[in-house]
T-cell receptor, first 113, second 114 residues
Framework: AQSVSQHNHHVILSEAASLELGCNYS??????LFWYVQYPGQHLQLLLK??????LVKGIKGFEAEFIKSKFSFNLRKPSVQWSDTAEYFC???????????FGTGTRLLVSP | DAGVIQSPRHEVTEMGQEVTLRCKPI?????LFWYRQTMMRGLELLIY????????DSGMPEDRFSAKMPNASFSTLKIQPSEPRDSAVYFC????????????FGAGSRLTVL
């Protein structure tokens, strides 16, 4: 069965700092990978996804993620964060051809102005 | 499209009472998921349906939990009897099986059991 680890539970940054959130997954086959964001009091929204092709994926709001197959990782990055990026970020994995989407425990990001 | 619609948004109830959470998926979507979010466990998949049929309910915590999908536009998650440890935010999500299969989430139902 697939699983996801997000090692950073809480991250605090100042505006304009660079962001990298770690995500490692465990699964023996090919995968689809996702990052979702949950702004305070809101529902989960898709930031970006990787299915195949270019391992560097660009999403909304300046976010990107890189799939490194050899490391089973899909880290999320943003060169310069804004106060409005304060949210909880979830990495998720799904075995290709399967439906069950498994989430990590999330990383709470606080960006101070 | 109004997106995935969940009701109620907030529910406060007493231990032992029956709770029913409702979900209306995006029109045309044929796969529906129920997740539970808690501080301790994060987001857990409870059950999902394809074409109104339950496919995997291995995440349902115990017999007190049940879910139904009587038609393509409506699903319920019922807890009877409720317990304080059921307090959580319950999310419903839907997708189209034949597409990229990306889940769209509802706003969630925050349940507090006293």
């Amino acid at each position: 069965a697939q699983s996801v680890s997000q090692h950073n539970h809480h991250v605090i940054l100042s505006e304009a700092a660079s962001l990298e959130l770690g995500c490692n997954y465990s699964y023996g086959g090919t995968v689809n990978l996702f990052w979702y964001v949950q702004y305070p009091g809101q529902h989960l929204q898709l930031l970006l996804k990787y299915f195949s092709g270019d391992p560097l994926v660009k999403g909304i709001k300046g976010f990107e993620a890189e799939f490194i197959k050899s490391k089973f990782s899909f880290n999320l990055r943003k060169p310069s964060v804004q106060w409005s990026d304060t949210a909880e970020y979830f990495c998720a994995v799904r075995g290709t051809g399967f439906q069950k989407l498994v989430f990590g425990t999330g990383t709470r990001l606080l960006v101070s102005p | 499209d109004a997106g995935v619609i969940q009701s109620p948004r907030h529910e406060v109830t007493e231990m032992g009472q029956e709770v029913t959470l409702r979900c209306k998926p995006i029109s045309g979507h044929n796969s529906l998921f129920w997740y539970r979010q808690t501080m301790m466990r994060g987001l857990e998949l409870l059950i999902y349906f394809n074409n109104n049929v339950p496919i995997d309910d291995s995440g349902m915590p115990e017999d007190r939990f049940s879910a139904k999908m009587p038609n393509a536009s409506f699903s319920t998650l019922k807890i009877q009897p409720s317990e304080p440890r059921d307090s959580a935010v319950y999310f419903c999500a839907s997708t189209l099986l034949s597409g990229a299969n990306v889940l769209t989430f509802g706003a969630g139902s925050r349940l507090t059991v006293l």
